[in-house]
């Protein structure tokens, strides 16, 4: 017989009077995938992903990340963000949202500072990392029962524990020239995305040549200034999709585009299907 004494302690990772809150689970593979996630934020949910096989790409803030089996992944709240941008036989991984984060000398719904990798390696963790999300998805079909629910949040408060130790241990920074200009370039496109934004006018706005803007952007983000411009857009599309009733034509105005034909096959041609299917497939 094996026996362990586990150290007494009064750790707590979270600021006074706050408890952050399980919101969804998601498993994603290829089959179970409704299309790319073009570039979108959540205002009010932090989220943890994590790669069980396969690898993939993802898009966070203003750089472009392979993600491969192991890794696991931190999304702030309002930062910019995309998945899935290769399709991958073989890729699998889980998906949890997280709300009323607020971590001790974070600001809320921040995991890490923005000058942090989210990509990390759960090396030695990786085990206890898959165990965490496994139980999670054993509750998930009970989700709206009052017990596998709070089982649920005592599980994610230990995954957000072990998860804080990683970030400090790992601390991989972020930064430079190059990047400093990709940030400016980002925020600039992400205040005007809706805007008939031609790469002239970002170039004046910032006062650098179209070309060293265009080329530094694209080295950093995978994307032209043009092209992440309307991935913005046709992420915002999406979550208007899934989560209002606005036509087609409404959501395309709001989107920057006065000709819903357009718009549709701009969508299609980024998503893989028109936006009245996409909507349906989400609702099904």
Not at 38 to 44: G, I, K, M, R, V
Not at 200 to 210: D, K
Request: hydrophobic letters at 40%; aromatic letters at 10%; a neutral charge.
């Amino acid at each position: 017989m094996a026996q362990y004494s586990f150290a007494e302690t009064a750790y707590n990772i979270f600021e006074l009077n706050t408890q952050p809150r399980l919101v969804y689970l998601q498993e994603i593979s290829k089959t179970q995938l409704i299309g790319p996630k073009a570039l979108h934020t959540h205002p009010d949910i932090t989220e943890i992903f994590f790669v069980e096989s396969g690898g993939n790409q993802c898009t966070i803030d203003n750089r472009s990340y392979a993600i491969e089996n192991g890794d696991i992944v931190f999304i702030n709240t309002n930062v910019l963000h995309s998945f899935f941008d290769q399709e991958c036989d073989d890729f699998s991984a889980c998906l949890i949202g997280i709300c009323g984060l607020h971590l001790k000398g974070l600001e809320n719904g921040q995991l890490l500072d923005k000058k942090i990798c989210p990509v990390i390696k759960s090396r030695s963790r990786e085990p206890l990392l898959r165990q965490y999300f496994n139980l999670l998805r054993s509750l998930a079909p009970e989700s709206k029962e009052r017990t596998a629910a709070e089982a649920a949040n005592n599980i994610m408060k230990s995954l957000l524990i072990v998860s804080y130790e990683l970030i400090r241990n790992s601390k991989m920074p972020l930064g430079g020239q190059e990047y400093n200009l990709g940030l400016r370039i980002k925020e600039f496109i992400d205040e005007h995305y809706l805007e008939d934004l031609k790469l002239a006018a970002i170039a004046e706005a910032l006062h650098v040549n179209a070309y060293y803007l265009s080329h530094t952007f694209k080295k950093i983000l995978g994307y032209s200034p043009i092209q992440y411009m309307i991935h913005r857009r046709i992420g915002e599309a999406q979550n208007l999709l899934i989560n209002t009733n606005l036509t087609v034509t409404e959501i395309a105005l709001r989107c920057g585009y006065n000709n819903s034909n357009y718009f549709q096959v701009v969508f299609n041609g980024i998503v893989g299907m028109p936006p009245g299917k996409y909507r349906k497939a989400w609702r099904q």
